[in-house]
């Protein structure tokens, strides 16, 4: 959430959370959904020797890389917890052992940089933070051979269809290429104690949402309306704030490939979100990221959390929070009956220099397949695909109002704004510029437009 995803900070929402969430979004009836893919059930286990069968019915050789030791680089995330009941499934199916080396977040980040541009032949497989770079800078393996070779991938079996299409969109470059593969999916939503807010139908626009929380801070019941992110770095404030851009019409990098922070679409959605902050959160939230906005509505400080679905299981933990028991989802508002709610997905890439790219390659077939979605999500993962967000022990572990919304906002979602900004191979000084116009809207008394104006002259010569 992010935020890829802007990069969170020490604690966030990905290291904070011990099991993945869900998206909440209001929704088409389920059964119109249901037309979308078909359902994946499988009867998963702990180590998922029943669920063997699923993946021999492939037309692929498993055993092609048997013997092989891969190295798989991540971050603590709760992915990496989904998929591990199921490594002893995948050494039985393929003979390959895998070896996870996981780092903390900042370390992650601050690490794998160096560690592919000194020319390291490990990791084989790795989590990727920031895409445009590491394309850019030859790092990651081209896929688009490994999914067309009818020698490699059974694509039938595979069912590209039943991925999001803004999860392919979200790795498929430009020029049509492909050099990751997404095993994730989360978008932006509003979350609400139904005891403060009544009237959910009131959150469906950006002026409904405001006034509602403006009132919930004023119902004594809490101590202020809403939790949004204040920090200014372009791992916390900006992937929040660009959902208000994208919905007033805005881009932060246009189709043209230029900068666009200024436009008075772009402008506009920065100062209704400033102006919510403003009037509606907590005092000291211009220094809030994931784990602060998150904390306060689990202790009831706030009636609402508006920012990523991966909240939805931990705001209804009764270990964590005060009042799970009357946390519901609704939508992401609309600006003249425009949502354009902000998405992220995680991606997977193969090392560029890896000795074992085929045995990796086999390692993400399995892993983002769709009954390896269904184990992954059966386990607290939230993977990209149809199927997985229909699956009823997902729903119910989830919260079923949150499943649902969020799979209508995935189906139906535009990613190319998403994908213009986070994928450019600039994207980190872009959004480090944007957060901090964005932080001093509400820090002081300057527009929108002039902050924002101020950020794109700041990066004169970056695009």
Known sequence: ?????????????????????????????????????QSTQLGVTGD??????????????????????LILGAEQHPWITAVRPYLAQFRKLTGITLQIQVSGEDQYVAKMPITLAGKSGTPDVYMVWSYGQAVESGWLEPLDGYLNDPTLTDAAWYD?????????????????????VAITAEAQVTF???????????LADFDGFHDAARRAG?????????????????????????????????????????????SPQAAAGVQKYADI?????????????WLEITTAMQQSQVAMLQDSSNASIDLRDTKKSR??????????????????PNIFHWIMGINARSKHKRAAWLFLLWATSRPGAAQIAASGGTPPRV???????????????????????????????????????????IGDAFARAVNSVFTSDRSAQSALGEARRTLKGVL
């Open 48 to 69: 998922g020797e029943q669920n063997a069968d699923a993946f021999t019915a492939a037309n692929i050789d498993w055993q092609a890389e048997k013997g092989t030791t």
């Open 192 to 202: 609400y104690r139904q005891d403060v807010v009544t009237d959910p139908a009131s």
């Open 1 to 37: 959430m992010n935020g890829p995803i802007p990069r969170p900070n020490a604690v966030t929402r990905r290291s904070f959370l011990s099991r993945a969430g869900a998206l909440a979004l209001a929704v088409p009836a389920a059964g119109a959904l249901a037309a979308c893919a």
């Open 277 to 289: 902050v403003k009037s509606a959160c907590p005092k000291g939230v211009s220094t809030w990221s």
């Open 160 to 180: 590209q269809a039943d991925v999001f299409t803004t999860a392919r969109d979200y790795v498929r470059r430009a020029d049509g290429s492909t050099y990751g």
């Open 323 to 340: 009042f799970p028991d009357l946390i519901r989802a609704a939508a992401f508002p609309a600006h003249d009956g425009v949502s354009k």
């Open 218 to 262: 004023e119902s004594g019941k809490t101590a202020a309306g809403v939790a949004l992110r204040g920090k200014p770095t372009a791992d916390a404030i900006a992937w929040p704030a660009a959902g208000y851009v994208f919905s007033y019409g805005g881009y932060l990098v246009d189709p043209g490939g230029g900068l666009a922070l200024d």
């Open 387 to 429: 199927s997985a967000w229909q699956d009823p022990r997902f729903r119910a572990s989830f919260g079923t109002d949150a499943a649902d919304a969020a799979l209508a906002s995935l189906l139906r979602a535009d990613s190319r704004p998403i994908t213009l900004a986070w994928m450019h191979p600039q994207w980190p000084r």
